[in-house]
């Protein structure tokens, strides 16, 4: 009786849920660009991207993958001593409007 219940395990679902942390992104976005996600097109794309995920990755070899992610990675980081010239890290309240700076009026 004990293997017939391990045999017939229910298989792991094919809809990825939503973890806490992007459900705080996606909070995040909401908030600060006045935008509605909807959780169930955000969740269609995520098991779509991953299952194109799997397909490319029983298509390639091992040392194919290796190899273009080595490349990546070389193309991404910078050799020390080069600056880049631009920042890395974009600062979101410069390219809002600019707010005064004095206290407001008590109501």
Do not use: C, F, W
């Not at 194919?64 to 890290?89: F, I, N, Y």
């Amino acid at each position: 009786m004990i293997r017939r219940i391990i045999r017939k395990r229910r298989p792991a679902p094919t809809l990825a849920g939503i973890s806490l942390e992007e459900e705080l992104a996606l909070i995040r976005v909401e908030l600060m660009y006045g935008l509605r996600v909807n959780r169930e097109a955000y969740l269609r794309r995520k098991v779509d991207e991953r299952n194109e995920m799997t397909t490319r990755m029983r298509e390639r070899e091992p040392a194919e993958m290796l190899a273009d992610l080595r490349g990546s990675l070389e193309r991404t980081v910078q050799p020390t001593g080069q600056p880049t010239g631009q920042p890395t890290v974009v600062d979101l309240r410069s390219r809002r409007q600019s707010r005064t700076h004095q206290d407001p009026e008590p109501a």
